[in-house]
């Protein structure tokens, strides 16, 4: 009841926010530089376009949404809205990236592809080994439309992950006319967001050449525990005219500082509470605990104060400081520090009136340490007489990725026909380590957000060399006036390479290949704003190069033998069905899908993920999915506009999970796939009049599983508020041109509430409620954005 009457409350706050001139005509927004012109209010498309004259389920979303969010979102917090997208984090944000995990109609994070203006950004995993989280690639400020491909996404998109959706970001151009932008951010947990950008304005005097410089700097403390996120992020871009084309030139660079929340399992959330976190700033509780965890007399047969797994057994005195009872209920701190360079060099060139021909060469550096405090392993010297050093140590994995590529397309209009085809090339050189730092007991001596140096040990270190090749060729066919039609295909070849530095010997080479991966679909206009589409796409995951997933994650030769020899990659086919309908106030579209997702790989946790075990990685059969999604906008009035998207899905394990040797090792046939809930409902209300604006959204998301077997592991159903409220001040003064304030409440009704789940990986059953995968989602939080364009 208490959530329902927030609802209301904001509802009626938007409503009062209305002058009572309902007859005025929208105002226009005055638009950041390089931002597009608003749209005429009488567009329903404003917050949401459906994909008018696809063949696939598409949907995009413009600058103007997701500016609503507040400052600093990922966009994948703002695409939450579209049909068959399931997003978690556990800050208010969307941006911390061992949280942050998206789901697109059963298909997971790793399974889906990401691009930025046609540059791949790999899976956007956490230990990324072939690219980057839009998070860092770019500031939200800066990106022009996100588009979403639920089913597939165009031949020509460069990943080879993309089983599922697939995301596509584009950033803003430059503007036309010289201008600059200034946003400043406050709000809950001490969080402040700082963003500024200058744009040149077409120069005449460089042939129309016109670009633009931002820098974003955020800084947030946690809202549990200690520690704190912070980012700096610069983004320049320059666009120079060439006749009817263009070239352009970018280059992004990203330093990401993000201290971790602590995973929880049920049982440390029933005995710990949802506020439970890492031991930051307590130092003496984490070397405490671990000096307990590490003492041999804790172990005594008979008289154990400690079992195996390191939890205290109910015999004699707890020897960890209260409440903790097991090792991993707390660390001192984790840590994820990243630095990243994103640059390139595209070329949008029409040849002649008939053929364009369009190409990007790009370049991309990383390097990056995911660290922990671990009680498993001392700093050398511990126990010994006079020695200074801490029960504890920093053990780190470690990134540095540096990679470059080549993406070309030529199309070539020959009336009826419109015939395309190109190619995508990479080389990307991986190295990953991990290693271990020393501490000190009296107090920390290293800060948990600095690059680590001096490591004690470096238990392995691996290079990795992956060659990626990728062509296609598409013919779209207009057919009739009323009927179009495309297909092609595309072909995927990606060598995995490996050679040890450190640690057990590996070498030699993986591939992943297919010739025919076919692609088509049709789209009929029914006339009067009606129209059909369907389609079908066939997709293959290529093998990953790293240390901590995929084939190399066993670290053993003859298992990479193993799976070259008789592992087949993860591969899909998707049926797509619908219709689309839009007038001047109503567009909305309905869309049947089905599934085969086969030869899915499946690496099996071996104790906490933190710990860093090897995972087993298998063929384990298949999953059928098959669903539907409903979308649609209405515009009420010139002011009022209401959105809704509803989903359902039914996502199954087809097999068993089955040893060669026939033993059954997880019984998920008929079993619900992890994280997929069956049903999803979003609604928004928006309004714009008289400069003010606001949006209520309220997202309801089914029930979820951590578990294969669906035994325990199952994340109640829940749903969540989020409201933005600002004005838009006249132009009518030099003072108020151009200003805008704008506040945002996310988790409006401060729902207690399970986010990310799956966090340190998806274990076969929990039926204790044991396992340590699980993340709650921040309280409610506030924040107020000032706007001011020049």
């Known amino acids: 009841m208490r959530q329902h009457l927030m609802l209301g409350a904001a509802a009626c706050a938007l409503l009062l926010a209305a002058p009572a001139l309902a007859a005025e005509t929208v105002s226009a927004a005055t638009p950041a530089p390089g931002a597009d012109a608003p749209a005429d209010a009488n567009e329903v ?42 997003f978690q984090s556990a800050d208010a944000f969307g941006a911390y990236e061992w949280s942050t995990r998206i789901s697109i109609r059963g298909f997971n994070q790793n399974q889906l592809g990401f691009t930025l203006d046609g540059v791949p950004l790999g899976d956007m995993s956490y230990g990324n080994h072939n690219g980057l989280h839009i998070s860092r690639a770019i500031a939200s400020e800066d990106i022009g439309r996100v588009e979403l491909a639920q089913g597939a996404g165009a031949l020509g998109t460069a990943s080879t992950s993309n089983l599922g959706g697939t995301l596509q970001f584009f950033s803003r151009d ?17 969080m402040y967001r700082l963003f500024g950008r200058v744009d040149s304005g077409a120069i005449a005097g460089l042939g129309g050449l016109r670009g633009y410089l931002s820098i974003a700097d955020q800084n947030t403390d946690k809202w549990k525990g200690g520690g704190e996120q912070k980012q700096r992020q610069y983004d320049l871009k320059v666009v120079l005219p060439i006749g009817e084309g263009d070239l352009t030139a970018f280059y992004n660079r990203s330093e990401r500082r993000e201290q971790d929340y602590q995973d ?71 840590a994820g520090i990243r630095d990243d360079d994103l640059y390139g060099l595209g070329l949008n060139l029409p040849i002649t009136d008939k053929v364009r021909l369009t190409a990007t060469a790009y370049g991309h550096t ?90 004690f040990f470096t238990q392995w270190q691996y290079s990795f060399d992956t060659k990626t090749t990728t062509a296609h060729i598409e013919d ?63 997709n293959m995951g290529a093998y990953v190069s790293a240390a901590t997933s995929g084939p190399f994650a066993s670290q053993s030769q003859a298992r990479v033998d193993y799976i070259a020899k008789t592992l087949n990659p993860e591969s899909s086919k998707t049926i797509e069905l619908g219709a689309r309908y839009h007038n001047e106030r109503f567009q909305g579209v309905a869309a049947f899908y089905h599934v085969a997702f086969d030869d899915r790989l499946l690496a099996l946790a071996q104790g906490a993920t933190i710990q ?33 998207a509803y989903s359902y899905n039914d996502s199954k394990y087809e097999d068993d999970v089955v040893a060669a040797d026939g033993t059954i090792k997880a019984r998920t046939k008929d079993k619900t796939v992890v994280n997929t809930p069956k049903n999803i409902f979003k609604g928004e209300v928006s309004f714009e009049q008289s400069g003010f604006y606001g949006k209520l959204g309220v997202a309801y998301t089914d029930k979820r599983y951590y578990t294969y077997e669906n035994i325990g592991g199952q994340a109640p159903s829940t749903t969540v508020a989020d409201l933005t409220v600002g004005y838009r001040f006249p132009d009518d003064n030099v003072w108020t041109k151009g200003l805008e304030i704008q506040a945002n409440i996310t988790n409006l009704t401060d729902k207690d509430y399970i986010s990310t789940i799956g966090s340190g990986g998806f274990a076969n059953n929990d039926a204790a409620g044991t396992a340590q995968t699980v993340l709650t989602a921040p309280p409610r939080q506030g924040f107020v954005t000032v706007k001011k364009a020049f």
């Open 264 to 334: 929880l399992s049920f049982d440390m959330i029933k005995r710990l509470g949802r506020d439970w976190d890492n031991f930051q700033p307590n130092w003496a509780a984490a070397v405490s605990t671990a000096a307990a965890y590490l003492n041999p007399a804790n172990y005594t047969a008979g008289a154990a104060r400690l079992d195996g797994n390191g939890c205290y057994t109910g015999t004699g005195t707890n020897p960890y400081p209260a409440p903790v009872k097991c090792v991993d209920d707390s660390y001192y701190a984790g």
């Open 45 to 86: 498309d404003a917050v949401v376009v459906l994909g008018q004259g696809q063949s696939r389920q598409v949907q995009t979303l413009k600058t103007e949404q997701l500016l609503l969010e507040a400052a600093g979102s990922s966009p994948l917090k703002a695409i939450d809205k579209l049909p068959g997208v399931t």
């Open 476 to 538: 779209t066919w207009t057919a009739t006036d009323d009927l179009k039609v495309n297909f092609g295909f595309k072909a995927i070849k990606v060598e995995n390479g490996v050679k040890t530095v450190v640690g057990s010997p590996l070498s030699g080479k993986i591939e992943s290949k297919d010739s025919f991966l076919p692609q088509f679909g049709a789209v009929y206009d029914l006339k009067n704003g009606g129209e059909l589409f369907a389609g079908y796409t066939e």
């Open 612 to 644: 860093g075990n090897a995972p087993v990685l298998s063929n384990v059969g298949s999953v059928e999915t098959k669903g539907l999604e409903l979308a649609g906008t209405y515009r009420l009035s010139d002011a009022w506009s209401l959105y809704g």
């Open 366 to 455: 990383n390097q990056g340490q995911g660290l922990w405090y671990t009680p498993y392993v001392p700093s050398p010297g511990f126990g010994t007489a006079g020695s200074t050093a801490a029960p504890l140590s920093i053990r780190s994995t470690e990134y540095d990725i540096d990679r470059k590529g080549l993406i070309a397309e030529l199309a070539v209009d020959l009336g009826a026909h419109i015939v395309s085809g190109g190619f995508w090339t990479e080389q990307n050189d991986f190295n990953q380590a991990r290693r271990f730092y020393a501490e000190t007991a009296a107090a920390p001596s290293r800060d948990a957000l600095d690059f680590q140096s001096n490591p």
């Open 174 to 190: 430059p503007s036309e006319a010289f201008g600059a932008q200034i946003n400043a951010t406050a709000g809950s947990e001490s």
